[in-house]
Every structure is written in C-alpha cells, then in structure tokens.
T-cell receptor, first 118, second 111 residues
C-alpha cells in the first residue's frame, strides 16, 4: 500500500495523559498536513510542513499540541495533558512537490487516528 | 475569512437517480477545489480536483463544476447506487496551502 498511513488507528486515553500519533506520507511527497475532525463537521486545519519545516500553525493548535517532521519524512503529533475536548479524528494528508508557480496539487488523506479522552 | 457551505446537509434518494450536491465559498480567490468522499469512521478519499482555471472535471459517473466568480461548485452523480452512500465534502485552497472544508452532505442511496 503506497498511500498515507497513520498509527494508531484508535487511541483511548484518560484525561491528563499524553498521546502521540504518527503519520507516514506518500513517498516523495514533500508537504504534510494535520487536520482535526469532530463529529458531523468537516476537517479543520491544524498545521503544515514543507519538508522538515513547520510553515503554518492554526490557532486551534494550543501550546499542549506539538508536531514534528524530522528529516522531512514521517511526522508526529503529540498532545500533552489531554482534555475531553481533544476527542476527535486526527487526519494526516500529504501532497507532492508542485511545479514552480503552481499551487494546484491534490492532498491525499490517511485513514485517521480516532482519539477518545475519558 | 474563507467560509465553505454545503447544501443540503443530508440527502436520501432512490437508487438510479441523478443528483447534485452544492458547495459555496465566500472568497473567490481560490487556487483549487477538491471534492472528497468519507465513509463512516474512515479517512477522506479524493474524488475530483478542479484547478482555479478550470470549469469542470469528470471521473466516471462523477462530474464537478466550478464557478469561481459566483463562489459555487456542484458535484453531479449520475445513476446513483447504494455504494455511493457516504458523506461528501468539498474543500477550497486559497493562497496558503491548507484546505478549508464545508461540513459535508450525508448521502443515502436507497436500494
């Protein structure tokens, strides 16, 4: 399977615990995105990497959230001191390097990690 | 601030019917628009990508159109099948790289 993969698929944790999610993008995709989706809503942007550089962060990404993409390959999203409001589906997407001046490349999504905070 | 709206929120149709899903956005300065399908509890599957310079894209029984000036896109599904039942999401990309999504249309195709 050469698509975007995410691990774990499901995570149940107690309030106050730390959790970490991993995303492996499609090979050679240089852009990687994290989104969060709550029930009945569309995904909301959290953060974006181009290679290893984190170029944009949403205001939704509080100081309890941190994302990394060492070496520009896989990425991790960590949530510290989880709260019940963090319960959601966390989606990762990647897109290929675009031609110069082009912004039009598709984003391809992984299966998501469903987080439940008790 | 870009806002994306999808109407209707839910739709139930008998098998075989042709149907149209609507998406509107408030800022016409977009780079592209993507339509996605999402099955319950699953990730998003990209269906069609329309660049800002394009008017429509087709894939099989799906046809998506884009009217940037009026801030609208439609997804046309021909000869609907029960397997088409899912949530359909549209998303626009502006000058940043992030996608801004609507809340989706939940489609049920009845056998």
């Amino acid at each position: 399977d050469t698509g975007v993969s995410q691990d774990p698929r499901h995570k149940i944790t107690k309030r106050g615990q730390n959790v970490t999610f991993r995303c492996d993008p499609i090979s050679e995709h240089n852009r990687l995105y994290w989104y969060r989706q709550t029930l009945g809503q569309g995904p909301e942007f959290l953060t974006y990497f181009q290679n290893e550089a984190q170029l944009e962060k949403s205001r939704l990404l509080s100081d309890r959230f941190s994302a990394e993409r060492p070496k520009g390959s896989f990425s991790t999203l960590e949530i510290q001191r989880t709260e019940q409001g963090d319960s959601a589906m966390y989606l990762c997407a990647s897109s290929p390097r675009s031609a110069s001046g082009s912004f039009g490349y598709e984003q391809f999504f992984g299966p998501g990690t469903r987080l439940t905070v008790l | 601030k870009q806002e994306v709206t999808q109407i209707p929120a839910a739709l139930s149709v008998p098998e075989g019917e042709n149907l149209v899903l609507n998406c509107s956005f408030t800022d016409s300065a977009i780079y592209n628009l993507q339509w996605f399908r999402q099955d319950p509890g699953k990730g998003l599957t990209s269906l069609l990508l329309i660049q800002s310079s394009q008017r429509e894209q087709t894939s099989g029984r799906l046809n998506a159109s884009l009217d940037k000036s009026s801030g609208r896109s439609t997804l046309y599904i021909a000869a609907s099948q029960p397997g088409d039942s899912a949530t359909y999401l549209c998303a626009v990309r502006d000058s940043s790289y992030k996608l801004i999504f609507g809340s989706g249309t939940r489609l049920l195709v009845r056998p």
